[in-house]
């Protein structure tokens, strides 16, 4: 039998079982207590799988209060691991946002806010870190915003973008407003990251799937039966039910290979979309919190009857941080973000202590070459949010207090509560800050 026949095969082998819904069951681990999470590094035998699902919202997934079934797979997985009820990403465009992300550094400092802007070699990635400690490290993706000319692939073994196959394709539905249509789907990724998993189960590995049929409002059949309706919202849902159970698969297959439990899961968004909760659709245009609000899960070698919940406001910047803290490995030089570790040990002991400040940054030039950057900033702690242009502070500030307006819409910069002021100046000191490489 030819390699392609065999690929094939495989290939319709996934698409045949992600197109049907089978019974959904928590993976068996022991059951520990939260304070177990100290142990795991001393441990040298834990793989980290980290899974993107680009453009996602935090509010849709039934785990934060979804009404609708978008996620049973994730549910149920992170019942008994942990769950950050808060979470911002750092922008609502991906380069900008992953490029935060994976060195734990607030933008601008990144110096990746702009369409040419990339990553440079001297910055010391994760995965570089993990790769230096004997891991094997594999990437895959399929948003070209984290393609290996813009510096994500620094330190990874594997790092590509899967082929797609006309086959996977032709089972889904899709809507893709605004965005160039992608080939192929999250099938696919999904289907080199078994091969990976199977082929290096006795490795320590670190995987990086970025799935993205979610940003492209593409699902199955099944997801279609759910019958959630045919609005661009609506679509946005079906697409999570489907990415869902591609999260699923993986994590399934780690527990049948026997290997779930010395695996780290982390399942977070680069970012949401909006759906006119300020007047449009999409996303990477404003800072708002249907775009910045995403969810942030973990799903450790062991369960915790449960489940934590962590309320207090956590950053995407803090991933690594905690990933590297978890796993023994050397910090990031110069982060923003700090290991999230002993705050989910005081929510596990029913404690919610006070975090850092979360910054947020967009250019919203960022797509315009040639045209002089138009920052727009955001600074926010606890339910406190201060957003302005810097530059133009008087007349685009806006303050809004998150425990009466949830939903962003109540300016109070008018009338700005005693907070307010010192959170401006925080934000300020922090965008002024040099690039940090």
Known sequence: MSTRIRLLIGALMVLAVLSTFVEIHIPSRSVQPIDAIEELRERDDLNVVFILVDMLRADRLGAYGYERSTSPEIDQLVASGVRFARAEAQSTWTKCSMASLWTGVFPPQTGVVRYQHAIPESVKLPAEIYQEAGYTTAGIWRNGWVASNFGFEQGFD?????????????????QTPGTRKLAGTDADVTESALEFVRTHRDDKFLLYLHYMDVHQYAYDKTAASMNFGS???????????????????????????????RTI??????????????????????????GTDVPLMMILPFMVEDGVVV?????NVDIWPTLLDLTGMPPLEGADGVSLVPTVLAAGRGDAPETPASVAYLDQRWGQVGKDPSPLVSIRKGTQRVLFKPGEM????????????????????????????PLRDELVASHDRPIVW
Request: proline fraction near 5%.
């Open 158 to 174: 594997l790092y590509f973008r899967p082929v797609p196959r006309q086959e996977s394709e032709q089972e889904l539905k899709r």
């Open 265 to 290: 899961v982390v399942i977070a968004s680069d970012h949401g979309e909006a759906f006119r909760e300020h007047t449009f659709e999409g996303h990477a245009r404003d800072l708002y919190r249907e």
């Open 311 to 315: 309320d207090s406001l956590v950053r």
């Open 394 to 421: 008087e007349k685009t500030l806006q303050v809004f207090d998150h425990e009466s307006d949830p939903g962003e819409h109540r300016n109070l910069a008018r009338k700005p509560p005693d907070w307010a002021v």
């Open 231 to 261: 609005s661009l919202s609506d679509s946005f849902d079906s697409a999570i039910h489907w990415t869902d159970r591609n999260v699923g698969y993986v994590v399934n297959e780690l527990e049948a290979l026997d290997i779930l439990d």
